[in-house]
C-alpha cells in the first residue's frame, strides 16, 4: 500500500501558506516546507517565513532548521523530508508538501537517487574561480551553450545550480535537464495528490510588488544588517536569496534602496515566470487557478477534498 502524500505548491506570493493551513485542519495533516529560504534561521522578513502565530498548532517541519552558514541543498532536504514523514505517518497524519522549489518537490515525490551523482573537485575548482574573477554571468553563457533548456530555468545568480548543470554535463556528456526530463518519468512510491496555485499574472505580480513593500516596513534592511553583524557573507548560498543579496548591495554602498526594492521585485517576478514554467513540465498536476474559485479558500478546499476523495487519500 503506497503511502498519501499532499503537494501544495505555486508561485512565491500566490497564498501558499494560508491554504496550507486550511488545508491541514481539513486532512489532519503535518507541513513540511520545501522552501529553499526558509529552512534558515534569522531569515525571516525575507523568506515571507510563516509566524509562530500563523501556524494555528498544525506541526511544521523544515522551518528554523539550519543556521545560515550550514550547507542546505536537494539531497538533505529530501534526506530531512523523508525522515519527518515516517514520523508523521506514525502519527496518524498525512504529510503536506508545501513551498516553491519544485526541484526539491521532485526529489521526494519520485525518490530521486543522488547517490550515483560524481563530482569532480578540479572542474569545479576552476569553474568557481571563473565565477569570482570573471562574474556568474560567464558560467551561465557557458551553461547556455551545452544545455539552454537548463540555462532557461537556472537563474545565473544560482551559482551553485549552474555549476552543477556544468559539472554534470562535464562528467556524463549528458544534459542535466534531459536527465531531469527521464527523473520525470519515475513513478511516484506515494499515493499523491499535485496541487499546484495559480492566480492571474497581473495580480499575482501585484501581490509580489506588495509583499516586497511589506517586507521594508517590517524592517528587511534591519534584518540584513543584523545578518551581515552576525558575519554571514553575500558568498553564502542563503545570503544569496532573493532580497538578501540586494539589500547586501544596498548597504555596501552599490546601489540606493531604490534600485534594491526595483531589483528585487523584477527579479521576484522573474522566479515565479520559472517557478510556473517548472511545475507546468510536471506530471499528473492539478491546477487551481484562484480566479475559478472567486478568491475563495472554501470553495478551493472543497474542490480539493473531492480530488483526495476520489483518489482514496482522505477516506
Known sequence: MKKPLIILTGPTAVGKTELSIALAHMVQGSVISADSMQVYRHMDIGSAKIKREEMQGIPHYLIDTFEPDEEFHVVKF??????????????????????????YIQAVLYDIDFTKQQEEKDYRNYLETLAREKGAHILHEMLAEV??????????????????????????????????EKERLRESPYLFSYFVLNDRRERLYDRIDRRVDQMIREGLVEEVQKLKAMGYQKEMTSMQGLGYKEILDYLEGDCSLEEALYRIKRDTRHFAK??????????????????????????????????LEEKQILK
Open 78 to 103: 529530501q534526506e530531512y523530508a523523508k525522515n519527518y514523514m515516517e514520523e508523521i505517518y506514525l502519527q496518524g497524519r498525512i504529510p503536506i508538501l508545501t513551498g516553491g522549489t519544485g526541484f
Open 147 to 180: 544545455d539552454p533548456e537548463a540555462a532557461a530555468t537556472i537563474h545565473e545568480n544560482n551559482k551553485k545550480r549552474v555549476i552543477r548543470a556544468l559539472e554534470f554535463y562535464h562528467l556524463s556528456g549528458e544534459k542535466i535537464s534531459s536527465h531531469n
Open 274 to 307: 520559472r517557478q510556473l514554467t517548472w511545475f507546468r513540465r510536471e506530471r499528473e498536476v492539478t491546477w487551481i487557478p484562484k480566479q475559478d474559485f472567486d478568491y475563495d479558500n472554501d470553495k478551493i478546499l472543497t474542490y480539493m477534498r473531492q480530488e
